[in-house]
């Protein structure tokens, strides 16, 4: 079977478990550089076996050349995660403790002659401590070889041969947090370290994930932290520490003592675990001015007491003889000058001017948001909140095809790879921002059936569509629709001219549509948006 590299997509189940495109699952594969076409082809495409720890197993693979000419193609492994994703950027400990760091190739290159086929050997050598249970890899095979250790792919036609391991022995799930502490114990402002360190029981890797969710002293939830479980992947019988910093933007003093509560989930079947902290956020400029005005006050009424008082005596001294006043036991006289300095006069209001200008504006600065009345964004939007606050809207007949702009929680202009991380979870920001530009254009599309969402997005490199974009987004197509949809299988389509992927929806009208024009990836949740957004790009019908 042949595909271009735009329409080289496959889903796999081993096992009754999917494995996702097979990472690039594809028997074959057929891409063009300049003006030459390139296809080979790779067998078998899954490899299932079962070893004990310390064992070791032999094996190859079958490549054909379908070119007139030499080809050279280079082989490498990356794991699957548990959801059979593919971890391409993964902890150098924790790769070296995986499937794909214990399979060894007897060459990591070879060229193979037109119309050509050759056996690559390599070999599965499990080292003694390796964790019982399933463990999934794919063997990559491509035009050029991945970049070195961060393992980022390039532009390459790839295809992927699925490893699939049954390790014997008793499988212990276990995990605890050792500690969960803020690095200080009082902050100046909204701005906080944590150390979460995770120790791992069992005899099994672990990929906690979770959050860490924030609380002021009223119990009031004020942001969270989310715990990504390919960050957090932990060998057996060992323990790592994390550090996480969480921000939020000033809020009046924000003063008070906070909870941060850490909740995470690991293993099959899930567990779940929870740890508390404490921390105080103590404004310090706030506190100096409160203590300020608490001090002086006092000290301002003792000395203009005092200053009336030698004021008053001056007076009456002037107005009346000594010998006509009241005797006074131990008078003497003061002047005023002695009793009270005019620059420290000056300096002490100037000091309770301070400090009560200091007082009134944290004050008001606290009561900010009973004064502005303007509801505050969720810390958090899902792919159900997008839909729900920017597509689901009322019906507009006169304009049935009009963009959107979708916010970020502070209020700016959400980039492509943070909205994108909402749609499909599996891809790394960093990835993610490689492959695409930030900018993109939202559109709605309204018909007789309801409301369509489609997007636009400048894609940097074309080649990694076909292989690493296209089966995660066909898996995950039915999170771009407001409702719950359901998907058909996805074939190959041609609009106005374009190669395109479509599948067909339950429900009337419902179409799931992408293509690649002019360097530009669109998706539609209809068809007819797919067609007017292709047109809006300059497609000629």
């Known amino acids: 079977m042949r595909h271009d590299n735009f329409n080289n997509l496959f889903i796999f189940k081993i096992n009754e478990i999917v494995i996702f495109a097979a990472l690039l699952g594809i028997f074959s594969v057929s891409l063009t550089l300049g003006s030459e076409s390139i296809a080979f082809t ?121 490893l699939s391991v049954r390790v014997s022995g008793e499988k212990r799930v276990g995990g605890a947090i050792k500690s969960f502490i803020a690095e200080n114990n009082f902050y100046r402002e909204l701005k906080v370290k944590f150390s979460l360190n995770f120790e791992n029981t069992g005899n099994v890797n672990l990929n906690p994930s979770g959050k860490i969710k924030i609380f002021n002293y009223q119990g009031e939830e004020k942001g969270d932290i989310i715990l990504s479980a390919e960050a957090l992947a932990v060998l057996p019988g060992k323990s790592r ?13 924000g003063m008070g003592r906070y909870k941060a509560a850490a909740v995470l989930t690991f293993g099959n079947p899930a567990q779940n675990i929870v740890k508390e902290t404490y921390f105080w956020i103590m404004p310090i400029n706030f506190i100096f001015g409160i203590i300020s005005l608490l001090f002086l006050l006092p000290l301002f009424l003792f000395f203009a007491g005092k200053t009336i008082r030698a004021y008053v005596h001056k007076v009456m001294e002037g107005e009346f003889p ?22 420290m006069i000056i300096m002490v209001i100037g000091l309770l001017s301070v400090s009560a200008g200091a007082g009134v504006r944290y004050a008001v600065e606290s ?7 303007a509801p505050e964004l969720a810390l958090k939007q899902t792919a159900s909140i997008i839909h729900q606050t920017y597509f689901l809207s009322a019906s507009e007949t006169d304009n049935r095809f009009n963009e959107v702009e979708i916010l970020k929680e502070d209020g700016g202009q ?72 359901t998907l058909g299988e996805f074939k190959d389509g041609s609009v106005l001219g374009i190669k395109t992927r479509y599948a067909i929806g339950s429900r009337p009208g419902s179409a799931f549509n992408y293509g690649l024009f002019n360097e530009y990836l669109v998706i539609s949740a209809s068809f007819d948006g797919f067609k007017l957004a292709l047109k809006s790009l300059g497609a000629i019908p």
């Open 42 to 162: 790779v067998t078998p495409s899954l490899l299932e076996i079962n070893l004990s720890p310390g064992e070791n197993w032999n094996s190859g693979l079958k490549i054909f050349n379908n070119n007139s000419t030499d080809l050279t193609v280079y082989v490498s492994a990356v794991n699957l995660s548990d959801k059979s994703v593919p971890i391409l950027n993964e902890d150098s400990e924790i790769y070296g403790h995986s499937l794909a760091k214990w399979v060894k190739f007897k060459d990591n290159a070879v060229t193979i002659l037109g119309k050509q086929s050759v056996f690559l050997p390599f070999s599965l050598q499990l080292p003694a401590d390796a964790p019982p249970g399933s463990h999934a890899a794919a063997i990559l095979i491509g035009t050029q070889p991945l970049s070195g250790k961060t393992q980022e792919l390039k532009s390459a036609g790839f295809i992927s041969s699925i």
């Open 241 to 253: 520490e994390f550090i996480f910093n969480w921000e939020r933007e000033k809020s009046g003093s």
């Open 414 to 485: 959400m980039s492509l790879p943070e909205l994108f991380r909402r749609f499909l979870p599996v891809f790394d920001k960093d990835f993610l921002s490689q492959t695409f530009n930030d900018d993109f254009t939202a559109f709605r599309y309204y018909d007789a059936n309801g409301s369509w969402p489609g997007y636009v997005a400048k894609i940097k490199d074309s080649q990694v569509l076909a292989p690493v974009i296209a089966p995660i987004l066909e898996n995950y197509a039915a999170r771009f629709y407001i409702s719950p949809e």
């Open 367 to 373: 009561r900010k948001s009973l004064f502005v009345g």
């Open 322 to 343: 000594v010998s006509d006043l009241p005797p006074v036991k131990n008078y003497q006289p003061v002047p005023v000058i002695s009793a009270w300095n005019p620059l």
